[in-house]
């Protein structure tokens, strides 16, 4: 396997304060409304606790981009180097259709300028040897990059609950599960 860069989502240490989301959105300036990054709250069937916890998401960076293929401009492009999927706004003629082709939602409808969007992993900074404003903005390192041909495998997952499977995608995204709370004994209540 080539080198795949990914985010490693820990919900474990995620405290659902929406920095990473506000960091991406102020690299890039998006539109209100567009969110190339977001929390996803587990629900409850899920995560059956009084306290919440949270999936931070956006584009997963796939194996087998849909996006890239159904592009009729070529806007979309997986590098070799690193198996980033870039997304070129100049290019994007808003025809929509990697809008309504991906499964994850990822790619983003900028009804403003009429065009598509989408993480692609900060690449500028990335290629300067930094790291995404998402990564640099969680404060409790809940939101990390790993490449995947290093990564433990031993404590992540690929398909945690809460989290849609969509396996001719192959997202590259991996999650560490959230942890459970110390349940409020009654004892405790009294
Ligand atoms: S999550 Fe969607 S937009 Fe991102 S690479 Fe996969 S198919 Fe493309
Ligand atoms: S910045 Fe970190 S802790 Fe805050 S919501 Fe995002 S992933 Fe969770």
Redesign the pocket.
Known sequence: MSKQLAFLVDSK?????????MACKNQYHQEPGVKWRD?KPLPEDVYPHRDRA?Y?LSCNHCASPVCVSVCPVNAHTKREKDGIVVHDAEKCIYCKACINSCSYGAAKDNKTQERAEKCSFCVEKIDEGLLPACVL????K??SMIDLDKADSGNIEQYPKGFEKHTKLNPSTRFVFAKTPKLVTSDTDA
């Open positions: 240490k995620c405290i659902g304060c929406y920095s990473c989301a929390l949270f931070s903005g969680c404060p409790t809940a939101l």
